[in-house]
């Protein structure tokens, strides 16, 4: 049960809520039992005045018709303050998970986050935060209110004769307490289960719905629409084993509650005979005690439901507190002009991935304002330096510094002013032109905007559009063309003006005549900032200052693209094979 208290410890700061909802809970059983007891007694007292004239005469019919009534109304009310209130206070634990979850996770971006699927990470967010909420809902608040109601009615029994109070509590805590932990114990696998099976149909779903076009392409829609189709009849399977659990309990409650009113009745039957309450009362107690099983009525589906619930909670835990791989101090390192960059001794291997170094012991030097190119083969470790830069991930060792001063010092308001990276991945929100680009510089005006995409060479474009900067880009930009969606991206990153660039293959994927438009934007956009340019184009590596032939993670030669080309066999090569 442990998983859960971090999530009971979010409901206190809305303990009034809570408190309130489970107060209202408590008057509306005890209303509904005194709706039912009254009535009884009601009941049973005319038809023993009707027996003499007297005495029917003597009957005051309307103190118990007003309270018939008046239990009704408090039922009726209390009910719907329950509903409110309960409601308010699972909305307001909600926000608090999902505020909770948020914080959790977003120190962990973009490194340790990569290891979810989006569809996972997305299910997580809703379906378990949501099953979360019925951990006040249908748990905890109704299992106080039985407590609570049971021992109301437990007391007043014990008043009028202590043996039933004794029988009552046993049959009771048979109905309260064994079945609900009997549902939970059964329940618990198959609740786990269904979430497990929940979350991944949700994922594989979510990944067949990007991957549409890539399915029918290969015409593998069929297949994977059996495969889905199998997962939801296990998961029908396990629902059904769960329907099967719940039957039984509710039939169980329903048994107990009726064995408790019979036994009641026995026990009272020959006190009322003996004078110590009149024959009405009989009816009252066996109405009230049979009302008072309404208590426990939800409790077993809802601890049937607990495995799921602590399912979900271990889901969130797992995402939520996997360690935070790279920590930002909070306290500023001096600022200093100087914008040079170097990489000392770097060593990094990918977490999980055993003793595999994928950057071996690298030294560079990016003097400040100049541009420096990385080039080699796929998988030699460009982007995880370029990343490195961007403290995506820390070295295991060595150190990157930026103007002397290591990354480890800056506070990560600090460092991202610092760097833009500009990738062929970089990310286009399914949102409007303007935006995009106001995501880098939420208060940019019109004119800051204009000069941007001018820069970037997208004004014309954009002129051209009847929306404007209005423009709706759609899913990752799939309404931009490549080249479009690039300039876009440059755009953005004018917009934030930092001091120093990374530039991830930013024109792959683009025909020539793009490239090589989208490579002199670049260029006359770099000027007077520090540059890490990951490119194998030849009009980009002539025009860096440097180029550092990666292989393997390790720099084997840097120099000037001529001096490389005319002198390094395996870099001659290489780039004739990426210009072929
Ligand atoms: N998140 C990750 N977790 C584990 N291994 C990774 C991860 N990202 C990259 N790798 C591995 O690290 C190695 C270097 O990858 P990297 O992306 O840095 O290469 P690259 O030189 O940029 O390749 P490319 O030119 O194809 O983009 C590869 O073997 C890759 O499989």
Redesign the pocket.
């Known amino acids: 049960m442990n998983e859960l208290l971090p999530f009971i410890r979010l409901l206190h700061p809305h303990r009034i809520w809570v408190f309130w909802g489970i107060a209202a809970g408590i008057l509306t059983l005890l209303a509904s039992i005194g709706l039912l007891a009254v009535s009884g007694w009601f009941l049973s007292a005319s038809a023993v005045a009707g027996l003499s004239l007297v005495a029917a005469q003597r009957f005051d019919i309307h103190t118990p018709s007003a309270g018939v009534r008046g239990f009704a109304v408090l039922r009726t009310v209390g009910r719907y303050a329950e509903r409110v209130i309960s409601h308010e206070a699972t909305l307001r634990l909600l926000a608090s998970l999902r505020v909770w979850f948020y914080q959790t996770i977003e120190p962990q971006a973009p ?1 340790s986050l ?2 979810h699927r989006s569809g996972d990470l997305l299910n997580r967010i809703v379906t378990d935060i949501d099953t979360l909420d019925l951990l006040f809902v249908r748990v905890l608040a109704p299992t106080v209110v039985a407590a609570a109601v049971a021992m109301a009615v437990g007391g007043l029994l014990w008043w009028l004769a202590p043996s039933l109070a004794v029988v009552f509590s046993l049959i009771f805590l048979l109905a309260g307490l064994l079945i609900p932990l009997l549902a939970e114990r059964l329940g618990r696998p198959i609740g786990a289960q269904i979430q497990q099976h929940q979350g991944e149909l949700r994922s594989n779903l979510v990944e067949d719905l990007q991957g549409m076009a890539d399915l029918s392409v290969y015409g593998a829609q069929h297949r994977r629409c059996q495969e889905r189709l199998a997962e939801c009849d296990r998961l029908l399977g396990l629902q059904e084993k769960m329907a099967v659990i719940s039957g039984g309990s509710t039939a169980h409650i329903t048994l107990f509650s009726g064995l408790a009113a019979l036994a009641a009745l026995y026990l009272a039957l020959p006190l009322a005979q003996d004078g110590h309450f009149s024959e009405p009362v009989l009816a009252l107690i066996t109405f009230g005690v049979l009302a008072t099983f309404e208590s426990v009525q939800p409790l077993p589906l809802a601890y049937q439901m607990l495995g799921k619930i602590r399912a979900a909670a271990g889901r969130l835990i797992e995402v939520g507190e996997a360690p935070v791989t790279v920590v930002f101090p909070d306290v500023r390192a001096p600022e200093s002009v100087d914008l040079s960059i170097d990489f000392q001794k770097v060593c990094f291997g ?4 055993g003793t595999a170094r ?2 071996e012991s690298i030294d560079l030097s990016i003097p400040a304002q100049s541009t420096v190119a ?1 080039v ?12 490195l830069l961007s403290r995506f991930w820390d070295p295991d060792h060595g150190s990157i510094m930026i103007g002397g001063t290591d990354l480890r010092r800056f506070s990560e308001e600090q460092l991202r002013r610092k760097i833009t990276l500009v990738s062929q991945r970089a990310h286009v929100f399914n949102a409007t032109l303007r935006d995009n680009l106001l995501i880098a510089a939420p208060h940019a005006d019109e004119a800051q905007l204009r000069k941007a995409l001018e820069r970037a060479q997208l004004a014309e474009f954009v002129d051209g559009l009847p929306d404007g900067l209005d423009t709706w880009t759609g899913e990752g930009g799939s309404q931009l063309s490549g080249g479009e969606a690039r300039r876009l991206i440059l755009a953005r990153a004018l917009l934030k003006n930092a001091p120093i660039w990374i530039l ?2 930013p024109t792959e994927g683009l025909d020539n005549d793009n490239r090589r438009r989208f490579t002199e934007t670049i260029f006359a956009n770099l000027s007077g900032r520090s540059g890490l340019f ?1 490119t194998h184009t030849r009009e980009a590596l002539t025009r860096v200052n440097q180029v550092c032939f ?1 292989e393997n ?1 390790h720099i084997v030669a840097c120099g000037s693209h001529e001096r490389l080309f005319a002198e390094n066999r395996r870099y001659h090569h290489f780039i004739g094979t990426q210009q072929s």
Do not use: N
């Open positions: 490194a990569y290891r990918y977490p999980g991935s994928v950057i990385l080699g083969p796929s998988g030699s470790g460009k982007t995880t330096l370029a990343h991830d293959e990951i990666l993670g």
